[in-house]
């Protein structure tokens, strides 16, 4: 009695046809004939009334279904949980403009990840996950995306924030004495504008909306030197070199913090998921956003 013999009688058991389970399991139908006679013979009872016109299941073959069924669950488990094991299961993951330096080596104990090759904004890699076309993404969330997505999320990492001014002076600066900008291109800087406008709603920086998308890059040095106070940098602005005649100086009162959390569907049930989040997750800590000093957002999920 084999696997492969007891799929053929539950195809068959289903259908009530030979012709029609043949082709749903891509055998000839003599062969499946065949292999349910082998069947049968390894179990001593007949499972099937046939004749020309119809088939039926006999009364054993009716009471061995679910028992059936039950064991093809199991080896299914099994195979599964193997699967696992050697990490060969495939997990897609998005990102924004951060991952984990040991990312691979850690889900590879659990499944195959695979990064998704399209870069895109926090908002649009939310809304990716909770379609289906990632299984997880690393991105900036709040509450709201929470629940309107249907996602759960953990802690994966944080930056602390500093601002760019011009001149050569690298102290502190106090955040109500900085600017953040907010861009009219609302499809690349959701998310940042979001993040941006809490800031400045709840620290007294002063919120500076631009035309442009210069959160980042040349023209995010272009404003900073057009502006008379110092500009709050995003995340993002962290790939650019810093040009000698701008200067980074630390924001304090409050110390600033952008949180990148780790995102699925609160409906996933495939374990290898399930399990890749908690190996990219476990012993994250809190990295300074709990400090008395720290700031996020209200609505930051990480937030205490």
């Not at 900085?178 to 609302?186: A, H, K, R």
């Amino acid at each position: 009695m084999e696997l492969r013999q007891l799929r053929y009688f539950v195809a068959v058991a289903e259908e009530l046809n030979f012709g029609r389970a043949a082709e749903r399991l891509l055998i000839a139908g003599p062969s499946l004939s065949q292999q349910i006679k082998a069947l049968e013979r390894d179990l001593g009872v007949r499972l099937f009334d046939r004749d020309r016109r119809s088939v039926s299941l006999t009364p054993a073959g009716s009471a061995l279904l679910p028992h059936i069924r039950a064991v093809l669950e199991r080896a299914d488990d099994v195979r599964n949980r193997a699967a696992r094991l050697s990490g060969s299961e495939a997990v897609r993951l998005g990102y924004v403009s951060w991952l984990p330096p040991d990312l691979v080596p850690r889900v590879s104990t659990v499944a195959q990840p695979h990064i998704d090759a399209w870069v895109a904004p926090s908002h649009t890699q939310a809304a990716r996950v909770s379609a289906g076309g990632l299984d997880l993404a690393v991105c900036w969330v709040c509450t709201d995306d929470l629940e309107r997505h249907g996602l759960n999320a953990r802690l994966l990492g944080a930056d602390r924030l500093y601002a760019v001014a011009t001149g050569t002076d690298p102290g502190d600066v106090r955040v109500q004495d900085t600017s953040v900008l907010v861009s009219d291109d609302t499809a690349s800087w959701l998310s940042w504008n979001v993040y941006a406008e809490r800031l400045a709603h709840e620290t007294g920086a002063r919120a500076v909306r631009i035309p442009d998308s210069g959160i980042t890059g040349s023209g995010f040095f272009d404003h900073v030197r057009r502006s008379p106070r110092p500009i709050v940098d995003s995340p993002k602005g962290r790939t650019a070199s810093l040009p000698p005649d701008l200067v980074k100086r630390p924001l304090i009162a409050p110390r600033v913090y952008w949180t990148w959390s780790l995102v699925w569907r609160r409906d996933e049930d495939r374990p290898a998921v399930l399990a890749a989040v908690d190996a990219l997750t476990d012993g994250v800590g809190d990295l300074g956003i709990h400090d008395p000093e720290a700031w996020l957002p209200e609505d930051d999920p990480h937030r205490r």
